[in-house]
């Protein structure tokens, strides 16, 4: 068995306009998970995920907040206790609109490494920095 303490975790800040706090717990490159992607986010009032997709499929649960999810031209409220099966390369993000933290935990497989999990993240909110002119 492999236990992870999620307080003890540093993760990565990820910047406006994609405001969140992401810490990957298990990965292949992360306590020697070969099988899934495991992570979790906290989106801060106001943050969000970039609208993006991935060539493999995500599960979402919501475990805290309330907020919207953004997919294929649709809006779904989404709030504590929802899961999302995201398939592979269906555009999605999610918005906090509350008051509160969301918190989000997401499996991912077959698994990404935890460096191409927060560089992708990090990448997608410098490249609308740059985009912004706000370089």
């Known amino acids: 068995m492999k236990l992870v303490k999620a307080w003890e975790e540093q993760g990565v800040e990820i910047s406006a306009p994609f405001r969140r706090h992401i810490k990957v717990l298990f990965?292949?490159?992360?306590?020697?998970?070969?099988?899934?992607?495991?992570?979790?986010?906290?989106?801060?009032?106001?943050?969000?995920?970039?609208?993006?997709?991935?060539?493999?499929?995500?599960?979402?649960?919501?475990?805290?907040?309330?907020?919207?999810?953004?997919?294929?031209?649709?809006?779904?409220?989404?709030?504590?206790?929802?899961?999302?099966?995201?398939?592979?390369?269906?555009?999605?993000?999610?918005?906090?609109?509350?008051?509160?933290?969301?918190?989000?935990?997401m499996i991912f497989i077959p698994a990404y490494k935890a460096s191409e999990n927060y560089a992708r993240c990090m990448d997608a909110a410098q490249a609308k920095k740059n985009q912004e002119g706000e370089i």
């Open 27 to 105: 990965a292949p490159d992360k306590e020697g998970v070969a099988e899934i992607t495991f992570s979790h986010a906290i989106l801060p009032p106001g943050g969000q995920t970039d609208y993006h997709s991935h060539d493999r499929p995500e599960l979402i649960h919501m475990v805290s907040g309330e907020g919207l999810c953004v997919h294929e031209g649709a809006q779904t409220p989404i709030r504590e206790d929802i899961a999302m099966w995201v398939p592979a390369g269906e555009k999605h993000k999610i918005v906090n609109t509350g008051y509160n933290p969301i918190k989000l935990a």
